[in-house]
């Protein structure tokens, strides 16, 4: 069994800063690519930033220059830092990975942690 756990979300002002963190615990052989996806109250959970095996980040447009992926292999975690907060980032933040555990690859995802930015 394996299981996501995130930790640093919380409330901030306008203009703030935070940090997430989220780290897989279990049977876990293999990670490729680790994620950090939102949902904000009445729109669809969507993609913020991935970072594959080779430490290629991606990010959507509207954090491009805010935030930055970054993983550590050895802990099996992935941060995201995330700068110069506005309102539209409120929302659940959810981390992701592609693992192996056992003999099967699959998507594993974390319980969401609540980040509110205040104006």
């Known amino acids: 069994q394996v299981s996501l756990v995130e930790s640093g979300g919380g409330l901030v002002q306008s203009g703030g800063s935070l940090r997430l963190s989220c780290a897989a615990s279990?049977?876990?052989?293999?990670?490729?690519?680790m994620g950090w996806y939102r949902q904000a109250p009445g729109k669809q959970r969507e993609l913020v930033a991935h970072?594959?095996?080779?430490?290629?980040?991606n990010y959507a447009d509207s954090v491009k220059g805010r935030f930055t992926i970054s993983r550590d292999n050895a802990k099996r975690a992935v941060y995201l830092q995330m700068n110069s907060l506005n309102s539209e980032d409120t929302g659940v933040y959810y981390c992701?990975?592609?693992?192996?555990?056992?003999?099967?690859?699959?998507?594993?995802w974390g319980q969401g942690t609540q980040v509110t930015v205040s104006s």
């Open positions: 992701t990975m592609y693992a192996l555990s056992g003999s099967r690859w699959r998507d594993y």
């Open positions: 279990g049977n876990v052989f293999s990670i490729t690519t």
């Open positions: 970072i594959n095996s080779d430490d290629r980040p």
